[in-house]
């Protein structure tokens, strides 16, 4: 067992700010999933909203910072009113990725979306929560009835001329291919080609829900010196994003919950070094892998 005493964490440089993540609806979500390490839900106020105000306050600071992505999450950023001026103000900068877990897209939406999208020179891209490709094993952790609507706000977006990734947690750590095989099955049924951008798979956070529900990470369970040897630490969230919330700048986007992932007030002050110390970053050194942003280098 590794005593405490005397232990030093290794830690990661914020090396570039490329990602910007902004948690537009707090902890507000209208599903109650098993798994989700923030425990969102609709009644969980815990965190408030983002207004276009504090949004424009916080990416004017890094103005002059050349953003790749901005990713809008919680809970469900479509719960945020005034989510649409929000995109467009977002897509003026650069990228956006929304994190969503698609309920809320009827066909109607993803028509008026798609056009947000042509006003502007940037992309606009679906990440949509689905943890399985049956029905049973999503909606297991989802809740009943969640994979029919969420597969219906994919298939809209689709019909529209997106091309959105789903993101599943590996919940039942199932063999990785197989899992994705078994999602480009599913989506090769709607109207395109998916390829291996569009399933990105993320290893459990033992956190929020998943630790009421299921486990906790053992005590053991932290980052090592020995232990990210053989990991490409480069490629862990924290050296390339932030995220800004309404209670301050965070390291990444599972450390909401940690007192130790509060990193700054403002983005430009949030600080570069950050020690790998809380049980979750065990799940970046055993994924070895960026585990929240899109995975262009495939
Ligand atoms: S995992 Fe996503 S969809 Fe599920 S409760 Fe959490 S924020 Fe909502
Ligand atoms: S959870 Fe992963 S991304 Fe977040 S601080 Fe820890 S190592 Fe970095």
Not at 23 to 40: E, M, P
Not at 132 to 145: F, L, S
């Amino acid at each position: 067992m590794l005593t405490q005493l005397n232990f030093q964490a290794p830690s990661t440089e914020l090396k570039k700010l490329s990602n910007i993540w902004l948690l537009v609806s707090g902890f507000t979500c209208n599903l109650k999933c098993r798994h989700c390490y923030l425990s969102c839900s609709q009644t969980n106020k815990t965190r408030g909203f983002l207004n276009l105000d504090k949004i424009k306050t916080a990416l004017n600071g890094v103005k002059n910072t050349p953003i790749e992505e901005i990713y809008l999450y919680g809970g469900e950023p479509f719960l945020n009113r005034d989510i649409n001026n929000i995109i467009r103000h977002c897509l003026k900068i650069t990228n956006v990725t929304i994190v969503t877990n698609g309920t809320l897209i009827n066909d109607k939406k993803a028509r008026f979306l798609r056009q947000i999208e042509q006003d502007h020179d940037y992309e606009l891209i679906f990440r949509i929560s689905l943890d399985h490709y049956t029905e049973a094993k999503n909606d297991e952790i989802r809740g009943k009835g969640s994979f029919k609507k969420i597969m219906s706000g994919v298939e809209n977006l689709v019909n529209h001329g997106f091309n959105p990734i789903i993101s599943a947690v590996n919940i039942w750590n199932e063999d990785e291919n197989s899992l994705k095989e078994g999602f480009l099955t599913l989506l090769s049924k709607l109207d395109f080609q998916p390829t291996d951008i569009n399933v990105k798979i993320i290893p459990v956070i033992k956190a929020g829900e998943y630790e009421k529900n299921y486990s906790s990470y053992e005590e053991d369970d932290i980052v090592t010196k020995e232990g990210v040897k053989n990991c490409n630490i480069n490629l862990f969230d924290c050296t390339n994003s932030r995220v800004v919330t309404d209670t301050g700048i965070y390291v990444c986007p599972a450390l909401l919950n940690d007192p130790r992932g509060k990193v700054g007030n403002t983005l430009s002050e949030s600080s570069k070094k950050f020690y790998l110390e809380p049980n979750i970053c065990y799940s970046c050194q055993t994924g070895n892998r960026n585990m929240f942003t899109n995975n262009w280098n495939l």
